[in-house]
Antibody, heavy 125, light 107 residues
């Protein structure tokens, strides 16, 4: 079964740090772009960051640049999000998501076909 | 950055109705537009990409179209299981911005 499973969420104080992990299985992880997408309670979806198959390219939404770092370990089929200097507005469910491979074999960075169940991050004192 | 504006923000329709949701990009994004469905308490599901390509396993009552920078998601005959919030998303280049969502309910 193709799936991704997030872990590492929790309650953290403002200014604190947290590291999220995403374990992939059932597909060739090293062939796909991977992303983190978040959803604040009762709000819409917000793409946070993504990383190319070999880790050579990384992109971030402006609101997390300089604070969050995305990384991957293809040998462990794992994706990570290191979150530093956390703010209350970072409170959200964080989803790990796989970029699609279309019928012609092209791998897209920014459209997602496999999503995890999410991990909740709460930033509060 | 390119903004994605969905309309309406909420919609109530009857079973069997034809439903249309619109998404407008503030600049050209070619066909790099996806639609997702998120049922209450569930994970988002990809419905359509490349503006009109149906993702595998998605019912054929869902369709997508493009006219310039305006995109449309159509449900040809609304079913009770289609109750959800629908999001458009542009993916031509980062940031991969989502629309604000359209909440669809059954009348």
């Amino acid at each position: 079964e193709v799936q991704v499973v997030e872990s590492g969420g929790g309650l953290v104080q403002p200014g604190g740090s947290l590291r999220l992990s995403c374990a992939a299985s059932g597909f060739t992880f090293s062939s796909y772009w991977m992303s983190w997408v978040r959803q604040a309670p009762g709000k819409g979806l917000e793409w946070v960051a993504n990383i190319k198959q070999d880790g050579s390219e990384k992109y971030y939404v402006d609101s997390v640049k300089g604070r969050f770092t995305i990384s991957r370990d293809n040998a462990k089929n794992s994706l990570y999000l290191q979150m530093n200097t956390l703010r209350a507005e970072d409170t959200a469910v964080y989803y790990c998501a796989r970029g699609i491979r279309d019928s012609s074999g092209y791998y897209f960075a920014g459209v997602f076909d496999i999503w995890g169940q999410g991990t909740m991050v709460t930033v509060s004192s | 950055d390119i903004q994605m504006t969905q309309s309406p923000s909420s919609l109530s329709a009857s079973v069997g109705d034809r439903v249309t949701i619109t998404c407008r990009a503030s600049q050209g994004i070619s066909n790099y537009l996806a639609w997702y469905q998120q049922k209450p308490g569930k994970v988002p599901k990809l419905l359509i990409y490349a503006a009109s390509t149906l993702q595998s396993g998605v019912p054929s009552r869902f369709s997508g179209s493009r006219s310039g920078t305006d995109f449309t998601l159509t449900i040809s005959s609304l079913q009770p299981e289609d109750v959800a919030t629908y999001y458009c998303q542009k993916y031509n280049s980062p940031p991969y911005t989502f629309g604000q969502g359209t909440k669809l309910e059954i009348k």
